[in-house]
């Protein structure tokens, strides 16, 4: 097993449900209406704990404690896509996000219970049941409003086509692409990216939403080498104030 | 040193922080217990990976435990048994019920959301009920809402 790729895979995933479990919390007490509050905030506690649990698994592997990988790091250390730390922005954009990322993430999971790697097939089994109800929330929501009103539409229009490249971000290749497909600990970014298309397709398809020219979009990549945008270190600022007061406090 | 049989014993003792009449062996978190060299072997799996009260009902474990004389207690946390909700004993279902929270129905039929939609309430058996979030107070439950009773109740999550 190349330790090395699968510890690069490791870092991506929990890095993405960290960072995107943060923005999701930045909603409670913001929500638009009291169940969305609940919603994005029982997101967040679901993805901050996946997050935990697998940087408990890179500790497995040698790598430091979660709390010192959480709140010590620099932006260019973290290995998330782009989409998953831009700001929250009106409702309309955190629930096409939502929608985009947790789409992806199920299939990830999915793949990933058929891992070689056997404890991380464990606990994709696991989250992979749990985020059922994190696709079937952005479901509900994205062809409701999507059919909805002439501004529900339009917005979720705008913020669906600001939001796209962005999301293709999330299928940027790693180098070890390869060792992790022949070792079978994950099928790769391509075949992930391909079935998410067809899941993406087959939501949009029931609302008056229209996708874009998938040919024609240009992924915003970066995240997974530590090429960031201009918000990930605020948020990693904010996450960590209370940490770095005294990092050896025992909570 | 104790059988295996009396540490579950034991164990029926330790309830979840979150619904203080149901046991960790009925809401089947535990997974094995073993007792090898003069030690208890623990293993056990949350019912949700970012679940805050692990770290509590470890502690609780411990404590009990220790009250019946055991010193010598490891607790393993894995997901090489996940749980389900259908790990729920017959016992605990009955006791949830019996606290006002729906209990989960079987996860074989959770298929679509429209099986949430009309959980029976736990107040009057009625289904005549709807769905209001998928998402509740805890990562566990969902909330409805009785048109029969005209009261919101609670379901534990099927998963």
Request: one cysteine or more; hydrophobic letters at 35%; proline letters at 5%.
């Amino acid at each position: 097993m190349n330790e090395t790729a699968l510890k690069e895979l490791l870092y991506k995933i929990a890095d993405d449900q960290l960072i995107l479990g943060h923005r999701n919390s930045e909603w409670t007490g913001f929500g638009p209406l009291l169940e969305e509050d609940i919603a994005f905030s029982s997101m967040a506690q679901d993805k901050v704990g996946q997050s935990h649990a697998l940087y408990q698994m890179l500790q497995t592997l040698g790598e430091k404690d979660p709390d010192t990988v959480a709140f010590m790091r620099n932006a260019d250390q973290f290995h998330n896509c782009i989409l998953v730390e831009l700001p929250n922005g009106e409702y309309d954009f955190s629930l096409i996000r939502h929608f985009l990322y947790d789409t992806a993430e199920a299939i990830r999971f999915e793949m990933l219970s058929e891992s070689s790697y056997q404890p991380l097939a464990d606990i994709s089994k696991k989250i992979r049941a749990e985020l059922r109800y994190h696709t079937l929330h952005a479901n509900t929501w994205v062809k409701q409003l999507g059919s909805a009103t002439e501004e529900s539409i339009s917005r979720l229009q705008r913020s669906l086509d600001s939001a796209m490249p962005y999301a293709l971000g999330m299928f940027e290749e790693s180098p070890f692409e390869k060792d992790l497909i022949s070792s079978k600990i994950f099928g790769g970014e391509q075949a992930l990216k391909e079935r998410w298309i067809k899941k993406i397709e087959a939501v949009i398809s029931q609302t008056q939403l229209r996708l874009p020219d998938w040919k024609a979009l240009q992924p915003v990549t970066g995240g997974r080498t530590g090429k960031h945008s201009e918000y990930l270190q605020p948020l990693l600022d904010e996450m960590s104030e209370v940490f770095k007061i005294d990092p050896t406090a025992e909570w | 040193m104790p059988t295996r049989e009396q540490v579950y014993t034991w164990l029926e003792e330790v309830k979840d922080p979150e619904i203080p009449v149901l046991s960790l062996v009925d809401l089947g978190v535990i997974t094995d217990v073993q007792i090898i060299n003069n030690e208890v072997l623990i293993e056990m799996t949350p019912t949700f990976v970012g679940c805050p009260a692990l770290d509590f009902m470890k502690q609780e474990i411990h404590e009990t435990l220790n009250r019946h004389g055991i010193d010598r207690v490891t607790i393993d946390v894995t997901f090489r048994k996940a749980w389900n909700s259908d790990l729920i004993t017959e016992k605990g279902k009955a006791a949830l019920k019996k606290f006002g929270l729906a209990p989960p129905p079987s996860r074989e039929l959770f298929t679509e959301l429209d099986v949430l939609e009309h959980a029976t309430c736990p107040r009057c058996n009625g289904t005549n009920t709807e769905l209001r979030n998928t998402f509740g107070p805890t990562l566990c439950r969902s909330i409805h809402y009785c048109n029969t009773c005209r009261e919101a109740f609670e379901q534990f999550k099927p998963l």
